[in-house]
T-cell receptor, first 113, second 113 residues
C-alpha cells in the first residue's frame, strides 16, 4: 500500500519568513496530493491540492510543488503570519483506490511574532 | 450550509463501557471515514464505507464497530475491547471516486475515566 512520509515534524519561523514542508510517497500510481491545515481542537481543512498532471499550483501565499520522478511534493507558505500556526498534513491517493487518502504524520508549524 | 456534524464534542467513557460517536453529513457524499488521532501523531484509519450497507476495516479496526444504514450517517461504536480508546476521533466524507479532498467534521474527544 501507499506510504507517505512528512518532514519536518516541527517547524518554527519568524513572522514574514517562508515555511516549507516536504512529503514523499511510495506508490508511483498515486495521482492526487492534498494538503490539510488543522487548528487546535478542530478537524483538518483542505487548503490546497495538486494532481499529477501539473508540477506546481499557487493560491495566494500558498503553493504546492510536485516531482513525480522523485515521488515527492512540498508545501510552501510565504509571508507567514501568526494565524498560519497549525498542524499541516500531506496526503496521497490514486484514482480507483478503495482506501483513498493516505496521510503523512503532520508538521506543527509555529509562526513567531 | 452543507457539512459534517460530529457529536458529542467531548465524551467520557467508563472502563468496560461501549460508547457511540455520531457522524452525520448533508453533502450527498457516498464515502465516509473514521480516523483516530493521538497527540502529536497523524491520522489512522479505523473504518471506511463507500456505499450504504457496506464498510471495510482500516488499519486499526480492532475494538471498534460501525454501521452504514443511511447515506448521511456513519456512527462509530468504541467497544470495551478497545483497550486504549482515549483519543481524538475524526469523521470525514468524500465523493466517490475520490480524486478530491475529504471534508472533515470537527471531531470528538473521547476520554476514559
Amino acid at each position: 500500500g501507499e506510504n507517505v512520509e512528512q518532514h519536518p515534524s516541527t517547524l518554527s519561523v519568524q513572522e514574514g519568513d517562508s515555511a516549507v514542508i516536504k512529503c514523499t510517497y511510495s506508490d508511483s500510481a498515486s495521482n492526487y496530493f492534498p494538503w490539510y491545515k488543522q487548528e487546535l481542537g478542530k478537524g483538518p481543512q483542505l487548503i490546497i491540492d495538486i494532481r499529477s498532471n501539473v508540477g506546481e499550483k499557487k493560491d495566494q501565499r500558498i503553493a504546492v510543488t510536485l516531482n513525480k520522478t522523485a515521488k515527492h511534493f512540498s508545501l510552501h507558505i510565504t509571508e507567514t503570519q501568526p494565524e498560519d500556526s497549525a498542524v499541516y498534513f500531506c496526503a496521497a491517493s490514486r484514482s480507483g483506490s478503495a482506501r483513498q487518502l493516505t496521510f503523512g504524520s503532520g508538521t506543527q508549524l509555529t509562526v513567531l511574532p | 450550509d452543507g457539512g459534517i456534524t460530529q457529536s458529542p464534542k467531548y465524551l467520557f467513557r467508563k472502563e468496560g463501557q461501549n460508547v457511540t460517536l455520531s457522524c452525520e453529513q448533508n453533502l450527498n457524499h457516498d464515502a465516509m471515514y473514521w480516523y483516530r488521532q493521538d497527540p502529536g501523531q497523524g491520522l489512522r484509519l479505523i473504518y471506511y464505507s463507500q456505499i450504504v450497507n457496506d464498510f471495510q476495516k482500516g488499519d486499526i479496526a480492532e475494538g471498534y464497530s460501525v454501521s452504514r444504514e443511511k447515506k448521511e450517517s456513519f456512527p462509530l461504536t468504541v467497544t470495551s475491547a478497545q483497550k486504549n480508546p482515549t483519543a481524538f476521533y475524526l469523521c470525514a466524507s468524500s465523493i466517490v471516486p475520490t480524486n478530491y479532498g475529504y471534508t472533515f467534521g470537527s471531531g470528538t474527544r473521547l476520554t476514559v475515566v
